[in-house]
């Protein structure tokens, strides 16, 4: 994580309203959703050049200043195309959304076409045909990648198995066309309202108001979850919590007094250390009283260091990133570096009764904000482990603490070759941004087995921009997080779970401005793995037949949990393998959070669509 999200007030909408569609961070639509089902698209502006070059005018990356301007508004301006600046502003209406947006250039340009482009999916629609003209969607490239074109105010595409149906509508009749093309973004049908061809003069502004809807008719899906009892796959701690940024606000107390953490982790905030060790202002003791709040509830944690002073670094090459990625520690500062993380720890040690369990580089690889090698990290591992041990401190180090799971456990295999550095480490961790494939979670699993090390996901997050314009405050955003939580569990085999974070950053709760705590849906599918989890337990092998339906399944002697994850339209399950008897069922929807009742195993389960339910017994 790279910046810290200021407290922002959100109260425009019921925090558990049905979603009809889904944002990324520039205001782009990326799904519409009805009865259940999600239909992944793209709706967004995209200017062509005269040279054919295509450029996404709001741009989903860290780079370009977007900024949301309120509930459903976004306006900026794309760094790859000076001089035009966007305004997206969206409402919910019915089962769909009406948008409206507007692009402007400050210079005068000649452009191939500016247009509102959305983009559905090829092969969801392949066979399909558009009304009211009756195109069919071509199966194979046409002659002419612009296979329709008419002035209407209303296009609807049906698939061809009459499941979903995308309708566009229009104030009155515009030029539309449907394309068929295939571009670095995936293969799509793209659905164009342009809005500008050729000469585009300064400051005339293109405006497009449309209103997207979906509908959908999902058959109840049917299959068989299985828990396979006797195969433990491995020992599972539970699930904890960063509480890293943003300290000083009431969610922290809300989080830490609903939903029980079995680690925590803690940013070792160096720079105001050095300032302020002679008086700690109330930041530092902030931090310092959780730390001792947490030692004193029993909860083993983990201190995790981020940026420094600028004169603890080597000079940027070149003026370096503004962000302060990849930066070294200066060899001259080394020692003065080590004091002052020895005296931190000492001084909560001594002050407040409170000692890490593990000590972490937050992302040393990425450089976030203080970058090794993976040499220069096991070197590092053996320096600061010896020092900590010479100092009195029973703090271990924490090894890896990766920016992303993909092939990064590699990283650590230098350590891990290392005795001497090896002696001191007491975990290996990575952190979960963007997700990763079964076989890449698997290797980590791998290489923590192999060194009898317990497996930390330091960080389990999904889209490490999401705070930036608070994409995270979405119900779609919370089912994705726990379908990455689910993948980790199982091919990971982690001994931990900390989630970034509990506090306003990536909040799972929002404040209203009379100051009290609103808990939306994705705190309730939190506290679903928080609160029912056994606190320490062994997970068990777990298998779905139906691609929409996950399960997690955990035992602490005769005490079960099982919890059950359906990200489409409802289902009806079978359970094989579980104990024959009355269960407890807890089941989380978009409108109705940690419902109770019971269940017979020799019953068919009912899920849901787009739900979370948890058996226990």
């Known amino acids: 994580m790279k910046r810290i999200l200021p407290l922002v007030l959100l109260f425009m909408s019921p925090a558990f309203a049905v ?124 002659e002419d990648p612009v296979f329709h074109r008419g002035s209407v105010d209303t296009l609807t595409i049906h698939d061809a198995n009459g499941v979903q149906t995308v309708t566009v509508t229009t104030p009155g009749p515009r030029e539309i066309q449907v394309v068929d093309t295939w571009n670095q973004l995936g293969r799509w049908y793209e659905v164009r309202i342009p809005l500008r061809t050729g000469s585009w003069r300064g400051d005339e502004e293109l405006v497009v108001e449309a209103a997207l809807s979906l509908e959908a008719n999902p058959p109840v899906q049917t299959g068989t979850i299985s828990v396979d009892t006797n195969r433990s796959t491995h020992r599972f701690e539970g699930f904890g919590a ?62 995790s260091v981020w940026r420094l002073p600028e004169d603890f670094y080597e000079p940027r090459p070149g003026g370096g990133s503004p962000l302060g990625h990849g930066r070294k520690i200066a060899t001259a500062r080394w020692q003065d570096f080590l004091d002052g993380i020895g005296s931190f720890l000492l001084h909560v040690k001594q002050e407040y009764g409170a000692e890490p369990d593990l000590f972490s580089f937050n992302e040393p690889d990425l450089g976030v904000d203080i970058a090794f090698s993976a040499e220069e990290h096991r070197d590092a591992i053996r320096m600061i482990g010896g020092y900590f041990a010479e100092i009195g401190l029973k703090t271990k180090l924490l090894l890896g603490d990766t920016a992303n799971p993909r092939e990064r456990h590699r990283y650590v295999l230098p350590t891990a070759a290392d005795p001497e550095a090896l002696r001191y480490v007491g975990g290996l961790s990575f952190h979960s941004w963007m997700g990763a494939s079964p076989e890449q979670y698997d290797a980590w699993g791998d290489v923590a087995e192999w060194l009898q090390l317990p497996l930390f996901i330091g960080e389990a997050g999904m889209d490490p921009g999401a705070y930036r314009n608070r994409t995270y405050d979405s119900y779609t955003y919370g089912l994705r997080e726990m379908k990455d939580h689910f993948d980790f569990v199982r091919f990971a085999r982690p001994q931990v779970s900390l989630y970034w974070q509990f506090t306003n950053d990536y909040g799972l709760v929002r404040t209203l401005p009379d100051g009290k705590i609103d808990p939306t849906g994705r705190f309730h599918l939190m506290r679903h793995l928080n609160n029912l989890t056994p606190p320490v337990s062994n997970a068990f092998a777990t298998s779905s037949d139906l691609a929409d339906v996950h399960a997690l399944a955990f035992a602490d002697g005769d005490t079960w949990t099982v919890h059950l994850l359906n990200v489409g339209s409802a289902a009806r ?45």
Request: some cysteine; glycine content about 8%; aromatic content about 8%.
């Open 19 to 142: 979603e009809h569609a889904t944002y990324d961070s520039a205001g782009r639509v990326t799904s519409l959703i009805d009865n259940g089902h999600r239909l992944e698209l793209l709706g967004h502006f995209v200017l062509t050049a005269d040279d054919g070059r295509e450029y996404i005018l709001q741009p989903h990356d860290q780079r370009s200043p977007i900024e949301r301007t309120g509930e459903l508004s976004w306006q900026g301006a794309p760094l790859d195309v000076p001089g035009v600046r966007f305004t997206m502003n969206i409402t919910q209406v019915g089962n769909g959304i009406s948008v409206k947006g507007t692009v402007r250039t400050a210079a005068s340009r000649h452009v191939r076409s500016v247009a509102y482009v959305i983009a559905l999916p090829r092969d969801a629609f392949i066979g399909g045909r558009i009304a009211p003209a009756g195109t069919e969607l071509p199966i194979v490239k046409p």
């Open 242 to 303: 960063n509480y890293c940024w943003v300290n000083t606000s009431p969610v922290i107390d809300y989080t830490l007094e609903h939903l029980r953490s079995t680690w925590h982790r803690y940013e070792l905030k160096f720079a105001p250390w050095i300032a302020e060790r002679d008086d700690p202002g109330p930041l530092l003791r902030r931090d310092f009283e959780l730390m001792r709040r947490t030692q004193e509830a029993g909860i083993p944690w983990i201190i």
């Open 573 to 617: 399950i079978s359970l094989a393998g579980l104990s024959a008897g009355s269960w407890r069922v807890t089941t989380t929807t978009e409108t109705t959070p940690f419902a109770e009742t019971t269940w017979t195993s020799d019953n068919p389960l009912d899920l849901p669509a787009r739900s979370m339910v948890t058996l226990t017994k």
